[in-house]
C-alpha cells in the first residue's frame, strides 16, 4: 500500500524568504500527487496537482512543485513567501485513477515578519 | 456552486449522547470520506466510500458508522459519544483517484 512522508512537521521562515516543504511517497507504481494547504479554522482546498505531462507545475499564488520519479519525492518550493502563507500543507497521493487519496501528516508552515 | 456540504459547523455532545454529522455532494463523485482532525495532528480517515452502497474501513473506525444509500450523501453516526472523540471532522469526495475536494468541516466537542 502506498503511503506519505511529510518529514517537517513545522517549517518556521522569514517573510519573503524561500522555502521548501518536502514530501516522499512509496509506491513502485504510476501515481497522482496532491499538495493541499488549509488555512486556520478552514477546511483544505487543493494548491496544485500532478497527474502527467510536465513534472514541474505550479499553483497561481506562486507555489511550484516538482515530481521526482526517481527520488519518490514530490516537494513544494516558493522563492519568497508572504505573511498569507502560514497554514497548514498536505501532501497527497493516490496510486491509480482508481484508489483512494491517502494524505500525509501535514507540515506546519509559519511565516515571521 | 455548493461543493461537498457538511452540516453541522459546530456540535457540543454529552458522553453516552449519538448524533449523526451530515454530508452531502452535487459533483456526482463516486468517492467520499471521512476524516478527522485533532489540534496539532494530520487526518486520520475514519471510513471511506466507493459508491453508492459500498463503505470501508480507514485507519481509526472504532466508534463510528457510515452508510451510502446514494451519490450524494455520507452521514457518519457516532453512537456513543466519547470525549477522545472530540475533533474536527471533515468529509470529502472525488472523482475516484483524483483530487479530493472538501467541506468546512464539523468541530465536535464531547463534555
Known amino acids: 500500500a502506498q503511503s506519505v512522508t511529510q518529514l517537517d512537521s513545522q517549517v518556521p521562515v522569514f517573510e519573503e524568504a524561500p522555502v521548501e516543504l518536502r514530501c516522499n511517497y512509496s509506491s513502485s507504481v504510476s501515481v497522482y500527487l496532491f499538495w493541499y494547504v488549509q488555512y486556520p479554522n478552514q477546511g483544505l482546498q487543493l494548491l496544485l496537482k500532478y497527474l502527467s505531462g510536465s513534472t514541474l507545475v505550479e499553483s497561481i499564488n506562486g507555489f511550484e512543485a516538482e515530481f521526482n520519479k526517481s527520488q519518490t519525492s514530490f516537494h513544494l518550493r516558493k522563492p519568497s513567501v508572504h505573511i498569507s502563507d502560514t497554514a497548514e500543507y498536505f501532501c497527497a497521493v493516490s496510486v491509480t485513477s482508481y484508489d483512494k487519496v491517502i494524505f500525509g501528516p501535514g507540515t506546519s508552515l509559519s511565516v515571521i515578519p | 456552486n455548493a461543493g461537498v456540504t457538511q452540516t453541522p459547523k459546530f456540535r457540543i455532545l454529552k458522553i453516552g449522547q449519538s448524533m449523526t454529522l451530515q454530508c452531502t455532494q452535487d459533483?456526482?463523485?463516486?468517492?467520499m470520506y471521512w476524516y478527522r482532525q485533532d489540534p496539532g495532528m494530520g487526518l486520520k480517515l475514519i471510513y471511506y466510500s466507493v459508491g453508492a452502497g459500498i463503505t470501508d474501513k480507514g485507519e481509526v473506525p472504532n466508534g463510528y458508522n457510515v452508510s451510502r444509500s446514494t451519490t450524494e450523501d455520507f452521514p457518519l453516526r457516532l453512537e456513543l459519544a466519547a470525549p477522545s472523540q472530540t475533533s474536527v471532522y471533515f468529509c470529502?469526495?472525488?472523482?475516484?483517484?483524483?483530487?479530493?475536494?472538501f467541506g468546512q468541516g464539523t468541530r465536535l466537542t464531547v463534555v
Open positions: 470529502a469526495s472525488s472523482h475516484e483517484g483524483f483530487e479530493a475536494f
Open positions: 459533483m456526482n463523485h463516486n468517492y
